[in-house]
Each structure stands twice: as C-alpha cells, then as structure tokens.
C-alpha cells in the first residue's frame, strides 16, 4: 500500500522557491512518482512525473532520493497565480477484497503570497 | 487536441433520483477513470474503464456504475442519490489502462453535483 503524506498546507512569498515533499515509504519497484496541480473548481493538471534521481521540465523539478521513499516538488520563482493544492500520486493500484483502486494523497495547500 | 470533456458542468437533483454524467475523452485516449472529490474526503477512485471494460473499481457502493461506449466515450450513473453524493465528480483519461505505474491522467473539468 504506497500511502502517500504530504504537509496540509505551505505558505511563500512571490518570487521564491517552494518545495513540497511527499512521503511514500512502501513505494512498489514499478511505481512511478507523479504530481498534479489543481484549482478550485477545476480538473487536477499534471505537472511532472519521474521514477529516480533528478527531472525537470519548464515549469518545476522533481527530487527523487535513491530509496524512493519520498520525492520533492520544486517550484521555481512562484507567483500568485501558483495558489492551488498540489497532490502526490505513487502509482498503486492497491487490493482490497476484488477493488483494485487508485489512491491519492491529502494533497498540499500551497499559498503564495504577494 | 480538444481536452477531456465533461457535461454537465453544474447540476441538482433531490434525494432519491438518480444521475448521468457524461465523459468524453481526448481522442485516441482509451481508458477513462472516474473520481469522487469532497472536502471531507478528497480525491476517491470510482472505477475505470478500457475499451468497453471495466478494469478496475474503488470501494463505493453498487447505486455507483459506469459503463463506456465504442467510441470511448462514458457515462456515470448514480442511482438513488442521498445528500453524501453532492460531491465534484472528475473524470480523467489516458493512452494505456491504469497499471502499477500509473502515467500521466488527463482531468476533465468535473460535474459538481447537488444533492437537496
């Protein structure tokens, strides 16, 4: 069961770096580590995706310690329109009884502020 | 490409009836999974589907179903609806069926649905 813990919810400033950290210790080999970006009254957005080391595209960079029991997200330079709850999804389809299902994090409230 | 695509935005219904809700996925897209979102709750898995079939489910109750056309198109329906139902109900899709390694899911807007 690759649980994922996430912070409830992190404040910053416009313009500096922010970094969300998940936790998911019983990480399964195959899994990979994703993370979504949602507003309110919108649909999650993928923002990045990796399985080790290091990944970066144009708008964050993923940390991913070699036990992969945990995985930052880094936002660089955040502005206001950066507000919205992040979520950290550790590919799992989990068995319980005959459901297998797909589980998300609490998710992170990250607010930025001017 | 035309995104994820889902009607209808906004609707209420009263306890007892029931709901469709449609899902139309990026083209070329074949799996299409199905999401309940609350405040209390979060973000909870109903079920998927790939070409035509359900693959796999999350633990709601059978007044929740799904079923999805030829064209990949679905639908959702819940029958007798009760308060705890009002929820966003998000519909994602992707090229491959969700397996351990789950890749990128393309999120419809949702339907938020009221219960009175």
């Known amino acids: 069961l690759a649980k994922t813990t996430q912070p409830i919810s992190m404040d910053s400033y416009e313009g500096q770096e922010v970094n969300i950290t998940c936790s998911h210790n019983?990480?399964?080999?195959?899994?990979?580590i994703t993370w979504y970006q949602q507003f309110p009254s919108q649909g999650p957005r993928f923002i990045i995706q990796g399985y080790k080391t290091k990944v970066t595209n144009e708008v964050a960079s993923l940390f991913i310690p070699a036990d992969r029991k945990s995985s930052t997200l880094s936002l660089p330079r955040v502005s206001l329109s950066d507000t919205a709850v992040y979520y950290c999804?550790?590919?799992?389809?989990?068995?319980?009884?005959?459901?297998?299902?797909?589980?998300f994090g609490s998710g992170t409230q990250l607010t930025v502020l001017p | 490409k035309a995104g994820v695509t889902q009607t209808p935005r906004y609707l209420i219904k009263t306890r007892g009836q029931q709901v469709t809700l449609s899902c139309s996925p990026i083209s070329g897209h074949r799996s299409v999974s199905w999401y309940q979102q609350t405040p209390g709750q979060g973000l909870q898995f109903l079920f998927e589907y790939f070409s035509e079939t359900q693959r796999n489910k999350g633990n709601f109750p059978g007044r929740f179903s799904g079923r999805q056309f030829s064209n990949s198109r679905s639908e959702m329906n819940v029958s007798t609806l009760e308060l705890g139902d009002s929820a966003l109900y998000l519909c994602?899709?992707?090229?491959?069926?969700?397996?351990?390694?789950?890749?990128?899911?393309?999120f419809g807007e949702g339907s938020r649905l009221t219960v009175l």
């Open positions: 994602a899709s992707s090229p491959a069926p969700l397996a351990g390694g789950v890749g990128e899911l393309f």
């Open positions: 019983n990480i399964a080999t195959n899994d990979y």
């Open positions: 999804l550790v590919g799992d389809l989990i068995s319980s009884g005959s459901a297998r299902q797909l589980t």
